[in-house]
């Protein structure tokens, strides 16, 4: 591919919980679209495909998940050259552009699907492999990122959080900073509409959850300099007034 050819990303598999996920891309010099997906070597498959047309030696067949539908009719019918990503980047992606900070702020009783949680509740260790997270909290950190989390909870805690905060040492040992925050101390902070992620100061990720704690594929990205500014002097606050990780006790 020649020297000067930029490709812009238009979004990646929303339900990818791994660094390496499905995406799209558009070469906005010529138009053209490029896909990542996992190929395909199935015989059956490439037959039924090799009726329409030979593959040729240097083309393969590649798979992308029918969540990604939005993503590629973006790509076909509202991209715009240079706009960067109209689909979710993954928290990985977004951890890997930062150079300063990345601040997460949950406000929720409950997340879920929790395999964890639900392993705590009938009896077990409530651990699951977080390999994975602490691997790229550890490779973020170790380029100069901080790192902070703060959680807004409500007192007495639910199970959840009683669950959550045992299992926060793994964050802890990775190189997260975690405070708490009891929801009675956060009087007067005007608190975002949703939980999110904020990178160095200047991209805002707002994600979303169903009204039973199920997450939603959807992110609102914003750089618009006076919501960060707003987002910055929430968490602040938040972060001052909240409680360490080693210090609350529930």
């Known amino acids: 591919m020649p020297e000067d050819v930029r490709l812009d990303f238009v979004g990646g598999d929303p339900g990818c919980d791994d660094e390496k996920c499905p995406a799209v891309f558009v070469d906005p010099n010529t138009g053209d679209f490029l896909f990542q997906g996992r190929v395909i070597t199935d015989p059956a498959v490439l037959a039924m495909i090799s009726q329409h047309g030979a593959i040729a030696s240097d083309e393969a067949v590649v798979w992308l998940p029918a969540r990604m539908r939005q993503i590629i009719l973006d790509a076909l019918t509202e991209y715009d050259e240079g706009k960067q990503g109209t689909g979710p980047l993954t928290v ?34 409530g651990r ?41 040492d793994v964050n802890i040992e990775a190189g997260e900073d975690v405070r708490w925050l009891p929801r009675r101390q956060a009087t007067g902070i005007m608190l975002p509409h949703s939980d999110l992620w904020m990178f160095d100061q200047r991209l805002v990720v707002f994600n979303f959850n169903a009204g039973d704690g199920t997450g939603i594929d959807e992110l609102e990205y914003s750089s618009d300099p006076r919501i960060a500014a707003q987002i910055v002097g929430a968490f602040e606050m938040v972060w001052e007034r909240a409680i360490p990780h080693l210090e609350y006790k529930i």
Do not use: C, N
């Open 128 to 168: 699951t492999d977080r390999t994975r997270w602490q691997r790229l909290v550890r490779e973020t950190v170790g380029r100069g990122v901080k790192m902070r989390r703060a959680r807004i909870v409500s007192e007495p805690v639910s199970e959840y959080t009683k669950w959550l905060h045992m299992v926060t």
């Open 92 to 125: 990985a992606e977004m951890l890997a552009r930062a150079t300063r900070s990345a601040v997460h702020l949950e406000m929720r009783e409950e997340y879920g699907p929790s395999p964890g949680f639900q392993d705590w509740r009938t009896g077990g260790s």
